[in-house]
């Protein structure tokens, strides 16, 4: 006769009989998971973890083109800087450092190598997305009050440039105390014709019309599957991380937040441009009007009506972000999903980098003046 093997999950019963009562019975008793005694995956845990893997991978692919934009303006910098200092030494002249501050040097090697990597995380972005820079979510479909939050989003982006001046100038301060330069790397303005209205037209023109239909119409219109509040967010910070500077990082911030709202608030592409175009002028106006006023009295008077304007803007919107109809990673926060995005390889490295050459250019300005 065949006998049968022992069950290591035989287990008698705890008072020796068996539930219903009556005889005892020597049967085997299930272990509580089944044959193998393994405990089956929380299907909770294993979305949530789905989820969080997915929406790395698509932030990977977002930082991955900005750190392409930052490596083709980097490399453009130096390809048109070194034929100017290779002249210049083989000369013997010094012809160089003064273009590079006064004349088109600073067009040459400061605002066409930005201008190319914008264009490249354009152009890359927009055949490599899945969505293009036009939205066809609903928004705010009434023009009045489109026009109305476009004046209101410009005035509290001034609020906000005005917020991240004086946050910037205490740190300058602080810095100042130990020798070193904590705006050091800044772009400047020449002061010959040309080149200067060249130059604005970089700054308050060219470069923000580009950067806004990057990261507040293609990158954010990609994001917005995962929610609306995390696809502000998220575009905010890889707005931050294509500036790619300390003292610009809270300006950055702030404009990539209010902008964000207004794209995703009205859904029209042209509100956050219009937005951030009358910002800059604005703020390149009240620099040029403040700088030649002897009175502080003005100056301070413009701040705090711009910071008056940027907290009853954050005061009277917030929490009026409207829901995305059906996002994907719905299991997840909005705090996870930013974590998870920025936890990917690309976003690692990208701000090790950041932090690194930032860090390196205010040790650069304090080694230069030990030497």
């Known amino acids: 006769m065949y006998s049968t093997p022992p069950n290591p999950y035989q287990q008698p019963y705890d008072n020796g009989f068996p539930p219903s009562g009556g005889a005892r019975s020597a049967g085997p ?26 929406v790395r991978r698509h932030g990977n692919q977002l930082y991955a083109l900005v750190i392409l ?25 010094s012809r160089a450092a003064f273009q590079l501050h006064y004349g088109w040097g600073v067009v040459l090697v400061q605002a066409l190598p930005i201008l190319l990597g914008e264009l490249v995380l354009l ?36 609020g906000g440039w005005a917020a991240a001046e004086l946050v910037t100038l205490v740190l300058v301060l602080l810095f100042s105390l130990f020798g070193m330069n904590f705006s050091a790397g800044g772009i400047t303005v020449p002061t010959q014709t040309g080149p200067r209205i060249a130059m604005l037209l970089f700054l308050y023109l ?9 990261f507040r119409g293609m990158l954010l219109n990609n994001l917005r599957r995962y929610g609306e509040k995390f696809a502000v967010i998220s575009s905010a910070l890889l707005f931050v991380f294509f500036n790619f500077r300390f003292d ?20 029209n592409i042209w509100v956050p441009v219009a937005a951030r175009l009358l910002a800059e002028w604005v703020i390149w106006g009240a620099n040029e009007w403040l700088g030649a006023m002897k009175s502080g009295i003005p100056a301070l008077l413009f701040v705090a009506a711009a910071l008056l304007a940027f907290v009853l803007f954050a005061a009277l919107n917030a929490g009026k972000l409207p829901k995305a109809p059906s996002p994907e990673a719905p299991m997840l926060r909005t705090g996870q999903k930013v974590s998870a995005s920025i936890s990917g390889a ?25 030497i």
Not at 137 to 153: I, N, R, V
Not at 248 to 267: D, H
Request: proline share 6%; charged share 15%.
């Open 29 to 54: 008793v299930p272990p509580p998971y089944g044959a193998y005694g393994i405990p089956p995956a929380d299907p909770y845990r294993l979305e949530i973890r789905r989820e969080k893997k997915m």
């Open 69 to 93: 934009a930052i490596a083709t303006a980097g490399i453009a910098q130096a390809v048109f800087s070194f034929p100017v200092y290779l002249a210049d030494w083989l000369h013997n002249t």
């Open 123 to 158: 152009l890359i972005g927009y055949r490599l997305l899945d969505r293009g820079i036009r939205w066809n979510g609903s928004g705010e479909p009434d023009k009045k009050k489109q026009a109305g939050l476009t004046l209101f989003g410009s005035l509290a982006c001034a």
């Open 206 to 214: 060219a470069s923000p019309l580009l950067e806004e239909f990057i």
């Open 248 to 267: 610009g990082l809270l300006r950055s911030l702030l404009f990539g937040l209010i902008l964000g709202f207004l794209a995703v608030r009205t859904g």
């Open 346 to 370: 690309c976003a690692v490295l990208g701000i090790i980098a950041y932090v690194l050459m930032n860090i390196s250019t205010i040790l650069g300005s304090f080694v230069l003046r030990l």
